[in-house]
T-cell receptor, first 110, second 113 residues
Framework: RKEVEQDPGPFNVPEGATVAFNCTYS??????FFWYRQDCRKEPKLLMS???SGNEDGRFTAQLNRASQYISLLIRDSKLSDSATYLC???????????FGTGTSLTVIP | GAGVSQTPSNKVTEKGKYVELRCDPI?????LYWYRQSLGQGPEFLIY????????DSGLPNDRFFAVRPEGSVSTLKIQRTERGDSAVYLC???????????FGPGTRLTVL
């Protein structure tokens, strides 16, 4: 079983829509969780860390459900510039490797 | 300040040749990671350095792949006897260690003909 699983999409949504992505992880010992954004032919960049209590950064909200071992990303009021691939990333703690999902592709349509 | 840099940005080689890919991390970052990314996939972990030592090399696919970081800064990923299946984007990332944010370089696109 893969360490991290994501629905690859693609998600095609109109501008202004709300879209949500989920990601599941297999190892209950996982301690740190992140969403990275990757534009076409570019390197991944951190979008936000995911905290146990959930956290929000502008139009983006991330949540963690440890019992069900999934994390989510909600994007409100989608912009054309949000079009990218969103990567779910999990780490088991200091000294351990990061595990990346395959990414979820989002295209925001005018 | 300067981000993570990788050279070359593109490398085309023939099957069976040897290649070296270089990563220059952000100054002061003790942790350095190498990943390989194929089209439509997320980055696949290869190796992780904490300082000069390889803390985890479990992602290296076979003994044709080797990486070094002799002075705890610049790292080189070495691939011997390249195969067509090695074609991918090789990404390097650095961080302050632990599970803190990784900063990625632009990658080296390797094509093995």
């Amino acid at each position: 079983r893969k360490e991290v699983e994501q629905d690859p999409g693609p998600f095609n949504v109109p501008e202004g829509a709300t879209v949500a992505f989920n990601c599941t992880y297999s190892n209950s010992a996982s301690q740190s969780f992140f969403w990275y954004r990757q534009d076409c032919r570019k390197e991944p960049k951190l979008l936000m860390s995911v905290y146990s209590s959930g956290n929000e950064d502008g139009r983006f909200t991330a949540q963690l459900n440890r019992a069900s071992q999934y994390i989510s990303l909600l994007i409100r009021d989608s912009k054309l510039s949000d079009s990218a691939t969103y990567l779910c990333v999990v780490n088991r703690g200091a000294g351990n490797q990061f595990y990346f999902g395959t990414g979820t592709s989002l295209t925001v349509i005018p | 300040g300067a981000g993570v840099s990788q050279t070359p940005s593109n490398k085309v080689t023939e099957k069976g040749k040897y290649v070296e890919l270089r990563c220059d991390p952000i100054s002061g970052h003790t942790a350095l990671y190498w990943y390989r990314q194929s089209l439509g996939q997320g980055p696949e972990f290869l190796i992780y350095f904490q300082g000069t030592g390889a803390a985890d090399d479990s992602g290296l696919p076979n003994d044709r792949f080797f990486a070094v970081r002799p002075e705890g800064s610049v790292s080189t990923l070495k691939i011997q006897r390249t195969e067509r299946g090695d074609s991918a984007v090789y990404l390097c990332a650095s961080s302050l260690g632990g599970a803190r944010e990784q900063f990625f370089g632009p990658g080296t696109r390797l094509t093995v003909l």
